[in-house]
């Protein structure tokens, strides 16, 4: 069993930072891709940055030279820095990895899944 556990979501004015923070654990043989989603009201889920085992990253145009993404290998962490936040940045923030489990290890597989947080929910506003 795999859980990803979000914090650092909130309430914060135009202008602003925040950062997310998301924690893997549990039967976790190796982990490929790590990120964030995000999904406002009446929107589809869409990609904001991520970032894969071999350090390379993918930003959303609208995120690009606000947000940094970070992963600390070693604790099966990713962090989202998110500055100077403007309204539209308004969503529930979704931490995503693309991992091995052991279970699938064992069955001499190396396939990835996809696991989601539950959801942080991020609002921008005066």
């Known amino acids: 069993q795999v859980q990803l556990v979000e914090s650092g979501g909130g309430l914060v004015q135009p202008g602003g930072s925040l950062r997310l923070s998301c924690a893997a654990s549990?039967?976790?043989?190796?982990?490929?891709?790590m990120g964030w989603y995000r999904q406002a009201p009446g929107k589809q889920r869409e990609l904001v940055a991520d970032?894969?085992?071999?350090?390379?990253?993918n930003y959303a145009g609208p995120v690009k030279g606000r947000f940094s993404i970070s992963r600390d290998y070693d604790k099966n962490t990713v962090s989202l820095q998110m500055n100077s936040l403007k309204p539209e940045d308004t969503a529930v923030y979704y931490c995503?990895?693309?991992?091995?489990?052991?279970?699938?290890?064992?069955?001499?597989?190396?396939?990835?899944?996809?696991?989601w947080g539950q959801g942080t929910q991020v609002t921008v506003s005066s």
């Open positions: 970032m894969t085992g071999g350090g390379r990253t």
């Open positions: 995503q990895a693309d991992l091995t489990t052991t279970t699938v290890q064992a069955m001499g597989s190396s396939t990835n899944f996809r696991y």
């Open positions: 549990g039967s976790i043989f190796s982990i490929n891709t």
